[in-house]
């Protein structure tokens, strides 16, 4: 195909750092609406989109600045987003998987800004630019899953729990009798096994040995308040650095006394 020509921002920079991975034209805003892994929803201008014009012979390269972008959050990178196309007056919606798993949903109520996203965006921001527009537009989260490959999976001997662990780095709690996510906890590996300790090791059931890809092995303990108002959390109570490459596989002996890994 034809390659009309190589967008850029200002001083060379990339439209966004990292893979793009949403890609839409919006002609009721007059905007191309991209979406990376680096966790920005950028608006670009479909009238400089369509008029841009290079000479080939000097460069392919053609400056253009987004009218206006929206964060998602820190290691919150789009893996993968749909508008729904619905509407409910002037609101739009999205939905949005991220870089940790999060199935979100974006609700913008646009009616303070004629139906317009990037007018919603922009008057969020306030003119110093530090508006939570997150916050404006709404933004929930449906459900949280692993962001990649589930490296591990146990299931806790004194009740209907069950534990995951990721190569995205997070362990997961799971309720499989409600079939909801009870908790989670990141960590900056990726993990690799898990094991949920016996019951002879911890009559409580709520102790759990995970090992990561860089080797670690790391104890955690599954918090449980008397508040049942309060959500449960995962504690890190002890760390080891036992091997130099991933934990593959971890296992205890009968009686409790060791474990091997």
Not at 113 to 140: C, F, N, Q, W
Not at 199 to 206: F, Q
Request: overall charge neutral; hydrophobic content about 40%.
């Amino acid at each position: 195909g034809f390659i009309k020509c190589r967008f850029t921002r200002n001083n060379g920079g990339l439209c966004h750092q990292g893979d793009v991975t949403y890609c839409a034209l919006d002609r009721n805003e007059g905007t191309l609406m991209t979406g990376g892994v680096d966790g920005y929803l950028r608006f670009w201008s479909l009238a400089q989109v369509d008029a841009a014009e290079v000479d080939a012979d000097v460069t392919m390269d053609f400056v253009l600045e987004p009218v206006a972008e929206l964060f998602l959050g820190s290691g919150c990178g789009v893996r993968t987003m749909v508008d729904s196309g619905l509407k409910e007056g002037d609101a739009r919606f999205f939905v949005v998987v991220d870089g940790q798993g999060k199935q979100r949903l974006l609700s913008m109520d646009l009616t303070s800004s004629g139906g317009k996203l990037v007018e919603k965006i922009l008057s969020s921001k306030g003119e110093d630019g530090t508006g939570d527009v997150l916050a404006a537009l709404g933004d929930k989260t449906l459900k949280s899953y692993h962001a990649g490959a589930v490296m591990g999976v146990d299931a806790c001997p004194m009740s209907h729990l069950a534990a995951s662990c990721g190569a995205d780095g997070a362990v997961q709690i799971w309720d499989y009798i409600k079939r909801s996510n009870v908790c989670s906890r990141n960590f900056s590996a990726g993990a690799s096994s898990l094991k949920w300790a016996p019951r002879h090791m911890d009559s409580t059931g709520r102790t759990m040995i995970v090992g990561f890809a860089d080797g670690m092995l790391r104890t955690l303990s599954l918090g449980r308040s008397a508040d049942p108002s309060k959500v449960p959390s995962i504690s890190l109570k002890a760390t080891s650095k036992a091997h130099n490459k991933a934990v593959k596989a971890i296992s205890f002996t009968n009686d409790g006394k060791f474990m091997a890994s």
